[in-house]
């Protein structure tokens, strides 16, 4: 399951690009293996502060065509102006990113971690409220079998403080983002799914 941030601090084009990409050859590949997925993306769309609005892309349920991936390009392509939320709240109820027979259940989320109110110092940043709410939620998370995904998009590494399993796109290595990602799915998908299979 892919929860992407879809908000106006991370819109750059070429993350954006190198995003789209990587999600869409993560889901041609996943599709070609018969493993189910689903997509959503989130933000405070409306700058209000106080909620988190997340847009369902595709359900796990949902075939993977070529019309599904034109549908998600087309709505990752617009609409990057809302606001950041605190990614901990999507963390309450993970179940609801997954069909109720899933076995493995490996949750991606891209994102730059800097909270609503991103901080002048990286310490700042992870040593956060919100961060810490984020730590907790994914550790909690993880006593309940779920793997959790956490990829850095920037140049601060955050997600590393914050996930058991991380990846920090940069500038440096963004044009990689696709094969980088397929490869940490690939990985946790082994590790995960034969323990419980």
Known sequence: SFLLSKCRRIF????SIAMLSALLVSLHVLNEHDI?????????????KDTIDIFNLKKAEEDYTEEKEEEIFTNLCKNWHGDSVPEHQLLLN???????????????????FRGQRAKEKIENEIGSFENRKLKEAVLKNQEKNYV?????????????????DSLQITADNF???PNL??????????IHHSLRS
């Open 175 to 177: 044009f990689s983002m």
């Open 36 to 48: 189910s997925t689903s997509v959503n993306s989130f933000c405070d769309i409306k700058n209000s």
């Open 94 to 112: 993970c179940e609801k990113y997954f069909s109720p027979d899933a076995q493995t259940r490996i949750l991606v989320i891209l994102s730059d």
């Open 148 to 164: 959790i995904l956490g990829v850095g998009l920037g140049s601060r590494y955050i997600a590393e403080h914050l996930f058991t």
């Open 181 to 190: 990602i397929g490869t940490e799915i690939a990985r946790l998908i082994q």
């Open 12 to 15: 750059n084009f070429e993350y």
